[in-house]
């Protein structure tokens, strides 16, 4: 079964504190996704990746395709990043086009 | 900029009603996605649309089923509902030559 795992389920942190959630799956992938899901609320796409390293204001994404493994980062850490991380796969090789999903990392971030 | 429309965001339904969700993808976006989420659960992919056409189709209950329009906009028709459909339906849209999905807000759906 094609699975995507994350880790850690559940992370709690200081404000300032960096954090790093990791991702990692199971067969060859075309596209890579960090999503972000605030309590009852819907689905923000952080980043696509399909290679390389993404940088957007306090988020990086890196992902190593050899190894099959992606990493969100969160440098300086704000109580309004509190949310549910979300890593997504798009399965190359004729596989569904839809995305496969993890089953989340939720964050929180104290004051 | 503009973003993926769902309507409506949120519906009560009763045991063997039926639903209809629909998405409107951004402009230019040719792609649908339909997921469901249940509670305290992961989406999963139910189907997707390309060009109007039915793209691939994931974990979807044969007493669901979805179209694409000629304005691109998508309809998820879901009949017999039952306790176990009461989720949150996204949908995503995408242009035919990139990845990149972007989400809309969601539909939740209760169902009782």
């Known amino acids: 079964k094609n699975e995507v795992e994350q880790s850690p389920q559940n992370l709690t942190a200081q404000e300032g504190e960096f954090i790093t959630i990791n991702c990692s799956y199971s067969?060859?992938?075309?596209?890579l996704h960090w999503l972000q899901q605030h309590p009852g609320g819907g689905i923000v796409s952080l980043f696509m990746?399909?290679?390389g390293k993404k940088k957007h204001g306090r988020l990086i994404a890196t992902i190593n395709i050899q190894e099959k493994h992606s990493s969100l980062h969160i440098t300086a850490s704000h109580p309004r990043d509190s949310a549910v991380y979300i890593c997504a796969v798009r399965y190359s090789g004729g596989g569904a086009d839809g995305l496969t999903f993890g089953k989340g990392t939720h964050l929180i971030i104290q004051p | 900029a503009a973003g993926v429309i769902q309507s409506p965001r949120h519906l009560i339904k009763e045991k063997r009603e039926t639903a209809t969700l629909k998405c409107y993808p951004i402009p230019r976006h040719d792609t649908v996605y339909w997921y469901q989420q249940g509670p305290g659960q992961d989406p999963q992919f139910l189907i997707s649309f390309y060009e109007k056409m039915q793209s691939d189709k994931g974990s979807i209950p044969d007493r669901f089923s979805a179209q694409q329009f000629s304005d691109y906009h998508s309809e998820l028709n879901m009949s017999s509902l039952e306790l176990g459909d009461s989720a949150l339906y996204f949908c995503a849209s995408a242009t035919g030559d990139s990845y990149e999905q972007y989400f809309g807000p969601g539909t939740r759906l209760t169902v009782t």
């Open positions: 067969v060859g992938i075309s596209a």
């Open positions: 990746l399909s290679s």
